[in-house]
């Protein structure tokens, strides 16, 4: 039995683990849409439907209507991951360009920032590809770079909100740390990161429960102040402290009852903060262009 166990356990650490899982982009994405102004998600809508995958997110989201294919962008650089039209720049090499794409790299070191104790860089890029995507759009004329930069800054401002995304250097945010979950029949054995980003709710998560769970998050938790990346940053390194289970089971670190309460609780939490500063940071960005376009 000891040996079964370990073998699912092996299957499931090694799996590869993305952020939020897409129900985590898509909520963080509904609640930024309802900060935007009109003419702001009507610039969205519009360099959005400029992007290649365009027809992919509303065959994915079952929906035209706009919020609901921004959620569905929110969720590509993920999606990207095992598209064969992409690649990974550090070991293949660039596949054909995209009409409507500046670049066709999966540029996997923009999902996380590792940070050692003393709150230096090690590893990953997450925080400066937030302030560099953030330039771009502030700042380009060039179409394809606002299609392909948008889902960009979506995604990860939502992954800067993810605690182990900004994670110890030396455990790959979690990835390395086994843990046992009784409360997921499916999957009761898993990496910490997993266990993380799959408690925003199941990656199917779309349409109208995805829009009551936005309800209830906004309900339960209020606006944080704006910041910057590099508060968001920190707050998600902080909260590392909190994001290891102390408790020992039969073979690994257990989720407690205690334990599952206080992160789904930081989980929301962190979703709400992520949506309502993405909403705010793409307020400004396209608020400015919008201004600085119109005759």
């Known amino acids: 039995m000891r040996q079964i166990l370990l073998a699912l356990l092996f299957s499931a650490v090694h799996a590869p683990a993305n952020a939020w899982n897409a129900a985590g982009h898509r909520l963080t994405a509904v609640i930024a849409w309802q900060q935007l102004s009109p003419p ?18 509303i065959e994915k989201s079952r929906s035209s209507k706009d919020v609901d294919i921004f959620a569905e962008a929110s969720t590509w650089p993920d999606d990207i991951r095992n598209d064969p039209r992409f690649y990974d720049e550090d070991r293949e090499p660039a596949t054909p360009a995209l009409p409507g794409l500046s670049d066709t790299a999966r540029h996997k070191r923009w999902h996380y920032v590792d940070l050692n104790a003393a709150g230096q860089t090690k590893s990953g890029e997450l925080d400066a590809q937030i302030e560099r995507l953030s330039r771009v759009l502030r700042s380009t004329g060039k179409k ?27 455990d790959q945010g979690g990835n390395e740390v086994e843990i046992e979950n009784p409360f997921n029949k499916r999957l009761p054995f ?33 606006a944080p102040r704006q910041g910057n990346v590099a508060l968001w940053r920190d707050e998600s390194h902080r909260l590392l402290a909190e994001a290891y289970p102390d408790t020992s089971g039969s073979l690994l670190p257990i989720i407690s009852e205690d334990f599952r309460r206080r992160s789904r609780d930081i989980a929301d939490r962190r979703i709400v903060e992520a949506g309502y500063r993405l909403g705010g940071l793409l307020e400004t960005i396209f608020g400015q262009r919008v201004s600085r376009e119109t005759p």
Do not use: C, F, M
């Open 40 to 57: 702001t998600q009507a610039a969205i809508s519009e360099a959005l439907s400029r992007h290649p995958d365009y027809g992919r997110w």
């Open 190 to 222: 898993s990496s910490l990161h997993v266990y993380w980003d799959d408690l925003p709710g199941p990656p199917w998560l779309r349409g109208k429960r995805l829009k009551e769970n936005a309800v209830h998050l906004l309900e339960n938790h209020s």
């Open 144 to 170: 394809a770079e606002i299609s392909n930069a948008l889902p960009w800054l979506a995604h990860l401002v939502a992954d800067i909100h993810q605690p182990l995304h900004v994670g110890r250097h030396g």
